[in-house]
Every structure is written in structure tokens, then in C-alpha cells.
């Protein structure tokens, strides 16, 4: 007979989950960065959107867009990803290798990736990248704010993917220029790459509200005027000085910039930035003028312009550069395009203003959310 069954006094630990499945059916369920309600099994991990981006030298986007786009249009049928490389700028030898999909695609299309840099080093000339394991680095932009969810207390979840997959992963102390990305590379299999990047996707799903205000990474040409401030100590990532003759406009953007040989999904202000146009090319000092484009995601926005404008109106003031912002997001990532023209000195001086008001506000938003809720 079931009725002694039934008359089972319920556990302490059936009570507690049975309160909490009250408390979370009053309120709407955390969602995930996807807009989807988080992730909780394996299969849902798999379905949930992400953005995962590398940097890749100039060689290796050559192999990963391959020939007319070939290679990066095979990667997205195998995989179903989104990906794409950012632009060629002058000068600079590094890209942005842009993914987005669902974290089990993008560990896939991560593996591609590797095998294609593996089986295309020699025939491009990319000396002492392949290894004699059959290994190979990927340099991984993870948001500074999210580092902490990939290291792990004391390290044990960076040791615990590293035992998994395989793979040997070292996080870099220092925020890339101008940004406030980091670096963790990834050496590995195609396979154990593959693991690894499931695992970081993972980690980046539990933790993607740390990562909304980040201040993507890219590759400009970095000029610095005398007397302006330094942003970032040296980086093997950038370029000092734009060459002589070279180069008349620095660009940044969101890495979503994609060159393989077909249409791009976005239409990015900055691709028109070296065409003529009205404005003066010089200062009346006779210093050459440069446009610099910048994207600031959209809930950092109010915090760069102040209330009335006034801190906007301060940073130009102090800089001497004119800033204007754009009325509408540039693309689908909610973004706003900030456009700055002035003297190198005038631009190095707004951007770090902007930057210094950015870092500002990401302290004041961690404080409070440190602060115990009463």
C-alpha cells in the first residue's frame, strides 16, 4: 500500500527548495544575456547567445577569412555561428576575430578555428606558432570585471577547466589599451580548445551582468601627442606611432566589423572616415586634425555627458577636441557611436577623460552592488 509513503513528513531540505520555488514564482525569473530565462542544464548552456571574441594576427585572419571569404563562410555553416574579422588598419598588425552563437556552437567554431591556424601556419609563413604537440595559442578578450568568475577562489576554476580540457591557460594582469578587456590564452588541441571554451562560455553566461559595460578592445593605430596622457603602458598589441604618410584616421569600434569579401550585417559610421569630406584638415596651429570613432555602450552613455551635459562639456573644453554623439544606436548592440576630432594631443587627452569618467562609474556601480541590500 502507498499510504505510509504518502504520510512521509517532508525534509528540511524539501521545505527549503519548496519556499524557494515560491519565492521565484512571484517574481519574473534572472535571465540569461540572451533575454532567455538563465540557463541551468547542459542543453540550455548549449542554446544560450553569447559573444565570444580572440585576437588574431593579421596572418591568422588571413587563413580564418580564407580565400573570397571561403574558410569564415564554411566556419558558419559548420558551425551556425556569426563570425567575422574586424577591418585592416594600417599599421597594425593585429584583429578582432568576432564569434556569436550558442556557447556549444562557439566552442565548435573555436575548435574550426584552431585546426585551420594549425593546417595554415606553414603555408603562411607563421613561424614558431605551430607547436610540435600539435597545439595552438588562442587569445581569448574577456571583460576585466568577469576575470574574477574565470580564475575562481584561489584559482580552482581556471585549474578545473585547464584539467578537463587539457589545454594551459594564462590570464594576463593588465587591461588592454584603452579598454577594459584583458587577454586569456588558451593553448591546446582543436580538441581540448574546444572543452575549454565550452567552459569559459559557461562561466561567462552565470556572470554576464558583469560583463554589460565593458569597453571593448580594439586594434588602432595609437598616436600620442606631447604632453597628453598616457592611457596604458606598453602593449605588444599596438603601434606607438601611426607611420608618416600613413594612415590619416584612428578607428575604434566593436570588432563587428566583418572583412570577408561579402557584405557586412552592419553598416559602421567609421568606413567613410578616410573619405574627403568639408571639416579642416588642419588647426589653425597647422596641426593635422584626426577623426576617431568610438562605440560606449548604451547604459554607460548618461554618465559620459552629465546632467545638462555638463561633463561632456568639460571633457571638451579640457581637450580642445569637438565630440559629438550619436542620436541612435549603430547597431544591434545597442551602442552609441561617440566621434572625436581634433590634434593628436586634443584626441589622446579626450579619450582619456572619457575612459577616466567610464572607469569611474564601473567603480560606483560595483560599490553599490557590493553594498549588503538592507
Request: aromatic fraction near 4%; include cysteine; proline fraction near 5%.
Amino acid at each position: 500500500m502507498s499510504a505510509p509513503q504518502d504520510s512521509i513528513a517532508p525534509s528540511a531540505s524539501d521545505l527549503g527548495d519548496a519556499l524557494d520555488q515560491l519565492k521565484l514564482s512571484g517574481d519574473e525569473p534572472r535571465l540569461g544575456p540572451d533575454g532567455e530565462p538563465m540557463p541551468h542544464t547542459d542543453e540550455e548552456y548549449a542554446q544560450t547567445q553569447l559573444t565570444l571574441r580572440a585576437i588574431v594576427s593579421s596572418k591568422e585572419a588571413g587563413v580564418i577569412i580564407g580565400k573570397g571569404g571561403k574558410n569564415v563562410a564554411d566556419l558558419r555553416d559548420e558551425t551556425g555561428v556569426k563570425a567575422g574579422v574586424s577591418k585592416v588598419v594600417q599599421g597594425v598588425f593585429d584583429r578582432v576575430l568576432t564569434i556569436t552563437g550558442g556557447c556549444e556552437a562557439i566552442s565548435k567554431a573555436y575548435a574550426v578555428v584552431t585546426r585551420s591556424l594549425m593546417e595554415g601556419a606553414p603555408s603562411m609563413g607563421m613561424g614558431g606558432v605551430l607547436q610540435a604537440n600539435g597545439t595552438h595559442p588562442i587569445k581569448l578578450l574577456i571583460s576585466h570585471n568577469q576575470m574574477g568568475t574565470i580564475i575562481g577562489r584561489q584559482g580552482l576554476k581556471i585549474k578545473h577547466i585547464q584539467d578537463v580540457s587539457g589545454v594551459r591557460m594564462v590570464a594576463q594582469k593588465e587591461m588592454l589599451p584603452q579598454s577594459t578587456e584583458r587577454v586569456v590564452e588558451v593553448q591546446g588541441t582543436p580538441e581540448g580548445i574546444q572543452r575549454a571554451v565550452w567552459e569559459i562560455c559557461k562561466c561567462l553566461v552565470d556572470d554576464w551582468q558583469r560583463g554589460t559595460g565593458t569597453v571593448l578592445y580594439n586594434p588602432v593605430v595609437r598616436t600620442q601627442g606631447v604632453g597628453a596622457p598616457a592611457i596604458s603602458g606598453g602593449s605588444s598589441y599596438v603601434q606607438d606611432r601611426a607611420p608618416y604618410g600613413g594612415a590619416r584616421v584612428t578607428r575604434t569600434g566593436n570588432g563587428a566589423d566583418f572583412s570577408n569579401g561579402g557584405s557586412r550585417p552592419y553598416a559602421r559610421r567609421s568606413d567613410s572616415d578616410s573619405t574627403p569630406r568639408g571639416p579642416p584638415t588642419h588647426d589653425e596651429n597647422g596641426e593635422e586634425i584626426q577623426t576617431q570613432n568610438i562605440s560606449i555602450p548604451a547604459d554607460m552613455v548618461g554618465c559620459i555627458i552629465g546632467r545638462a551635459g555638463s561633463k561632456i562639456s568639460e571633457i571638451r573644453k579640457t581637450s580642445g577636441a569637438r565630440i559629438s554623439i550619436a542620436k541612435a544606436p549603430h547597431d544591434e548592440t545597442g551602442e552609441r557611436m561617440f566621434t572625436i576630432m581634433g590634434t593628436a594631443k586634443a584626441n589622446e587627452t579626450a579619450l582619456f577623460l572619457l575612459y577616466e569618467n567610464l572607469e569611474a562609474e564601473k567603480m560606483r556601480r560595483q560599490q553599490m552592488a557590493a553594498q549588503p541590500s538592507e
